[in-house]
Each structure stands twice: as C-alpha cells, then as structure tokens.
C-alpha cells in the first residue's frame, strides 16, 4: 500500500517559536496533500489542501499566516506553525492522495507547546 | 454541509462476540465513503472505499457495506487486536478531494 511519512512524531516547543512538521509520500507522487488537526476524542478537522507548486487552500476559521503550508514537490509537503502558542497544542496529521479518490495517512505529530 | 455521524461512541466487545459499527452521512452526491482505523497516537489507517450503495467490501474480519444514507462495519469474531478507533469519511462529488469524518467508534475487544 501507499506510505505516507510524517516527521517529526513528537515534538516540544517554547511559546513564541516556530516549528516545522514534514509530510512526505514514500512510493507515489501526490498531487493533492491535506493536514488535519485532531483533538482528543474528536474527529480529524481538515486544516488546509494543498497541491503541488501552488498556494494551499484554508478552512474556514484556519489562519493561514499562522500555519504555513508548502507544497514544493510530489512528494513533500511542510507545515509550520509559526509564533506557536499553547493553544496550538494538538495532534496534526497529514494525508496525501495521488490523484485517485483514496487518501493514505501519515502517522502523526504530537506537538506540545510550553 | 456534508456531515457524517457514527454510533456507537464506544464499544465494548468480548472476543469473538460479533458487531457492527453504523456510520450515517449526508453528503452533496458521493464520491466515496471511506473506514479506517486509528490506534492511539497514530494516523488513520486505510481500511475500505465503497463507492455506491449495495456495495460490500471484505478484510479479514471485517466487512463494509453501503446503503444511500448509512454505511455499517460488520465485525466477526473480532480479537484483542481488533480493538481500535473507526473512522467514517465521506467524500463529495464536484472536485474537491476534502474527507469530512465522523467522530469514530472506539471499539474494545477483551480477551
């Protein structure tokens, strides 16, 4: 099956920092990249979608000077979370698609803002 | 606005004691209705796509089907390993490739 690798799983940050979180597909090139945040016990909100080479499309209420997303290649998106703050505490995970209706996930960044 | 429910919440099981899992949707035309599974701390993984109703799908002891308002993950025979959340997606005809979930259904299989 197709793999998605995010990185980091785990990360712990100061308040006011930035931080970078990869996505990357591993066998297929895709088109299409989506990054979620998912709070405990809730279901996955859809962050952003980006495709490859232009400007990523935000959710309604998603800052996008806050979470910058780039889509550079085939295969690699990054998110980062700029001036982090402890509400921005959560699990963020990153799907990819390579043009097909099926989307596989990566495994996940923890990232915990003190 | 697409929405996707899905019951139980929880769900506590005995090894090999059968069940099903009910995930209902209104979507704007469906493109495809997606399951996957979610350890702790992990990412969703991909279990099934049904793209029309009276479809049904198989995997080891799981099997999905589709009707035009509700989808259900049967379960047979589910083991300790079995335990995990189950996430419902519906994706919209029109273009977009955006998934909307549900909240999932944490299912429990004691041993």
């Known amino acids: 099956g197709a793999v998605v690798s995010q990185h980091p799983s785990r990360v712990i940050c100061k308040s006011g920092t930035s931080v970078k979180i990869e996505c990357r597909s591993l066998d297929f090139q895709a088109t299409t990249m989506f990054w979620y945040r998912q709070f405990p016990k809730q279901s996955l909100m859809l962050m952003a979608t980006s495709n490859e080479g232009s400007k990523a499309t935000y959710e309604q209420g998603v800052e996008k000077d806050k979470f910058l997303i780039n889509h550079a290649s085939l295969t690699l998106s990054t998110l980062t979370v700029t001036s982090a703050h402890p509400e921005d505490s959560s699990f963020y995970i990153c799907s990819a698609s390579g043009g097909g209706p099926e989307a596989f996930f990566g495994q996940g960044t923890r990232l915990t803002v003190v | 606005e697409d929405q996707v429910t899905q019951s139980p919440e929880a769900l506590r099981l005995q090894e090999g004691e059968s069940s099903s899992l009910n995930c209902s949707y209104t979507?704007?035309?469906?493109?495809?209705l997606f399951w996957y599974r979610q350890d702790p701390g992990k990412g969703p993984e991909f279990l099934f796509t049904?793209?029309?109703a009276g479809e049904e799908k198989e995997k080891e002891r799981l099997k999905a089907t589709l009707t035009k308002k509700e989808s259900f993950l049967h379960i047979t025979a589910p083991k300790p390993e079995d335990s995990a959340t189950y996430l419902c997606?519906?994706?919209?005809?029109?273009?977009?490739?955006?998934?909307?979930f549900g909240k999932g259904t944490k299912l429990t299989v004691n041993p």
């Open positions: 997606a519906v994706q919209a005809s029109g273009g977009s490739e955006k998934l909307v």
């Open positions: 049904l793209y029309s």
């Open positions: 979507v704007s035309g469906l493109r495809g």
